[in-house]
C-alpha cells in the first residue's frame, strides 16, 4: 500500500524559506511536487525521477525552489526560498507507478492529503 504524509507547511513573510518533506511508503517512483492556489486549478511546481537523476521545475519557480529526495529514508522534499504571494497554495505531494518522468497531474497515481503554504506581505 502505497502512503504519503506531507509535512513542513505554515505561513511565511514574503522572502522567507520553507522545506516540505513528504514521507513515502509502499515502493520506490518518479515524485513530484502539485500545488492548488484558491480558485486555481492544480498545477505543477516540480518533479524527480526515481534516482534523482532527472528533474523539472515549473517556470515559475524555477530558481527559488529545489526538488530532492533521500531514498535511503524514502523522504521527498522541496526547498522554497524567496517566497512569494503567489506561492501561496496547498502544496501534494504526488508518486507515478510509470516508468518515464511526467508532469501532467493525470500521470500521478498516488497523492498525498496536502500541506498548506501561506506567504504573506
Known amino acids: 500500500q502505497v502512503q504519503l504524509v506531507e509535512s513542513g507547511g505554515g505561513q511565511v513573510q514574503i522572502g522567507d524559506s520553507l522545506r516540505l518533506s513528504c514521507a513515502a511508503s509502499g515502493g520506490t517512483f518518479n515524485m513530484a511536487w502539485f500545488r492548488q492556489a484558491p480558485g486555481k486549478d492544480v498545477e505543477i511546481v516540480a518533479c524527480?525521477?526515481?534516482?534523482?537523476?532527472?528533474?523539472y521545475y515549473a517556470d515559475s519557480v524555477k530558481g527559488r525552489f529545489t526538488i530532492s529526495r533521500d531514498n535511503a529514508k524514502n523522504i521527498l522534499y522541496l526547498q522554497m526560498n524567496s517566497q512569494k504571494p503567489d506561492d501561496t497554495a496547498i502544496y501534494y505531494c504526488a508518486a507515478a507507478d510509470g516508468y518515464e518522468l511526467r508532469t501532467f497531474r493525470a500521470s500521478y497515481d498516488y497523492w498525498g492529503q496536502g500541506t498548506q503554504v501561506t506567504v504573506s506581505s
Open positions: 524527480i525521477s526515481r534516482i534523482g537523476v532527472n528533474t
